[in-house]
């Protein structure tokens, strides 16, 4: 496994994430806060909880001082879940999200959700640790 240091500056190298200011990181991280709070308010479902994953994800470059770029967004949350979480098959949950977005498939698969329920706790339990 990389360091946390070399992902980052893999993702910088690739223009996946921008380092960002106090007062910029400051207010993305509530902004971000403010998206996961509106987002564990709905129901539950496969398509909520990677967006949930996302936000996560989001927070934790946050906490490192960086924030995402438009480019290859998708690939930011592989690498880091991939960072933290070896053993899933994180590019079959982004496939999967993908069929159900664009309508190509019409319900989730069960053993899908679960790994990707498995990841959402995994960050929101690293997280927690920044009191977040």
Request: proline fraction near 4%; charge should be positive.
């Given at each position: 496994?990389?360091?946390?240091?070399?992902?980052?500056?893999?993702?910088?190298?690739?223009?996946?994430?921008?380092?960002?200011d106090?007062?910029?990181?400051?207010?993305?991280?509530?902004?971000e806060?403010?998206?996961?709070?509106?987002?564990?308010?709905?129901?539950?479902?496969?398509?909520?909880?990677?967006?949930?994953?996302?936000r996560?994800?989001?927070?934790?470059?946050?906490?490192?001082?960086?924030?995402?770029?438009?480019?290859?967004?998708?690939?930011?949350?592989?690498?880091?879940?991939?960072?933290?979480?070896?053993?899933?098959?994180?590019?079959?949950?982004?496939?999967?999200?993908?069929?159900?977005?664009?309508?190509?498939?019409?319900?989730?698969?069960?053993?899908?959700?679960?790994?990707?329920?498995?990841?959402?706790?995994?960050?929101?339990?690293?997280?927690?640790?920044?009191?977040?």
């Amino acid at each position: 496994m990389l360091p946390k240091t070399d992902l980052i500056h893999q993702m910088l190298e690739k223009n996946r994430i921008q380092s960002l200011d106090t007062q910029h990181l400051q207010r993305r991280q509530q902004q971000e806060l403010m998206s996961l709070k509106q987002l564990q308010q709905r129901q539950p479902n496969y398509l909520n909880d990677y967006d949930q994953l996302f936000r996560y994800v989001t927070l934790w470059l946050l906490q490192q001082g960086y924030d995402l770029t438009p480019h290859e967004p998708h690939q930011v949350l592989k690498n880091v879940c991939l960072f933290h979480l070896p053993d899933v098959d994180i590019q079959s949950l982004i496939k999967h999200r993908h069929q159900l977005k664009k309508g190509m498939i019409q319900k989730s698969d069960a053993k899908l959700w679960e790994g990707l329920v498995f990841c959402l706790d995994d960050l929101k339990a690293r997280l927690q640790a920044y009191d977040l």
